[in-house]
């Protein structure tokens, strides 16, 4: 894929929130038509509450291109993100809710949110450190997934302005909790830059060995929230081979290549092509849920994990990270159980996801990247989405 002109996000900036696009912005709550999908003004008020004795709020992210990120520090989520489209018009192109207590209220509760203590799943939720087994809340059929029964897109985060375009939110995940050993300072940093780049930097520290897989759980559709299926987008994934899975998406422990199978997306195809072939793999995940091994190609100092382009809109997402590998899911698990901002439904396969990880079950498969975090070790990783038409 080429692009023109570059459209980047980050998250940053504790600010109220406020939605706008080329069209004169109404009140809140109110739907400002753009020619892809529509575009919500959020209220403020409506992300402000205590939960678990803290205050929840909304921050806004602006830069220069009058891109915006929008942000609620209840599990450190993403809720919004307008990229201008090939005509320059205002496209949200991360589904999310109008409220912090749709967040609560949600069937599928990891929308926008930052994720941990582990991303992905472990078996059978179990896992040996240092001669010991802990084991933690199974919440996906036998396995635990992003962190158990009340992982990080649960709870409200310390959120810390940096400047305009920089927000942290911190949170002290304590020795125990959902089972896993340490007590862990995490802290994230999300930057929206003006070079249309929404740049996530993740740190941790423990006093206790534990394991760690951070990422950011935003549900994308280039097209806009509320356009229709993603099975026309282009991907294109820069890694020849996988970890295929077992019936519960288990990672078996061995790494495939993806040549001759519907996982190859090595050249730009649009994941609707073969996402109904008869395939084992693609029926265990209910099509594309799987890990892919990063070829580790260089870009912006870091690996070009993928890039995905909008088949109405024209945006182009590149994803970039310091991390092995990337997570696509295609939303197969989207079952129209939740009313989004724009008061369209989470319909099947209406958007996407492309997480930056460890692979998952590597607490458990010792040929995989390790996880392990030592206590006077600083865990440090970074990721990139970055827009352009």
């Known amino acids: 894929m080429k692009f023109k002109s570059l459209c980047v996000l980050a998250v940053a900036g504790i600010a109220f929130a406020s939605c706008q696009s080329e069209t004169k912005q109404k009140s809140s709550g109110d739907s400002i038509q753009s020619d892809s999908a529509a575009v919500v003004t959020l ?5 402000r509450k205590q939960i678990d004795n803290k205050q929840t709020d909304l921050y806004t992210l602006k830069n220069k291109n009058n891109a915006e990120a929008i942000f609620t520090n209840y599990g450190g989520r993403l809720v919004s993100l307008l990229m201008p489209n090939k005509d320059g ?19 599928e ?13 472990i078996a059978k939720g179990k896992f040996t450190l240092d001669g010991k087994q802990y084991t933690l809340f199974t919440n996906n059929g036998q396995n635990t997934l992003h962190g158990g029964k009340k992982g990080y897109q649960d ?3 310390d959120a810390k302005q940096i400047n305009p375009q920089t927000v942290q939110f911190s949170y002290l995940s304590k020795d125990g909790e959902e089972g896993f050993p340490g007590n862990l300072n995490v802290m994230v940093t999300y930057t929206l830059t003006d070079d249309n780049e929404l740049k996530m930097d993740y740190q941790a520290t423990t006093d206790k060995n534990t394991v760690l897989n951070l990422t950011n759980h935003a549900f994308f559709n280039l097209n806009g929230e509320g356009s229709g299926d993603i099975l026309n987008h ?11 899975v077992d019936s519960t998406l288990i990672p078996t422990g061995k790494i495939e290549k993806v040549a001759g199978t519907p996982f190859d997306f090595t050249k730009a195809t649009t994941i609707g092509a073969r996402i109904g072939d008869k395939n084992e793999q693609l029926t265990f995940g209910k099509g594309y849920d799987h890990n892919y091994v990063l070829n580790q190609t260089k870009g912006m100092g870091m690996y070009h994990a993928a890039e995905v382009k909008g088949n109405q809109s024209g945006i182009l997402m590149d994803v970039y990270t310091q991390e ?21 439904k989470d319909d099947f396969r209406t958007a996407f996801c492309m997480e930056t990880q460890h692979f998952p079950d590597s607490p458990n498969q010792p040929s995989f990247p390790s996880t392990v975090l030592k206590p006077g070790q600083t865990y440090k990783t970074s990721s990139i989405y970055k827009f352009s038409k």
């Not at 209220?43 to 992300?47: N, T």
């Not at 509760?109 to 799943?121: C, D, E, L």
């Not at 899911?329 to 369209?344: E, R, V």
Request: hydrophobic fraction near 35%; proline fraction near 6%; glycine fraction near 10%.
């Open 43 to 47: 209220s403020p008020d409506s992300f």
């Open 89 to 107: 018009k205002m496209v949200d192109v991360v589904v999310g809710f109008k409220s912090v207590t749709d967040y609560e209220k949600s069937a």
């Open 109 to 121: 509760p990891y929308f926008g949110a930052t994720i941990g203590r582990y991303g992905n799943r």
């Open 155 to 157: 709870v409200v985060w």
């Open 234 to 244: 282009e991907v294109q994934i820069f890694a020849d081979t996988y970890t295929p």
């Open 324 to 344: 092995p590998g990337l997570q696509f899911y295609s939303g197969n698990f989207m079952q129209s159980k939740n009313t989004f901002k724009t008061g369209s």
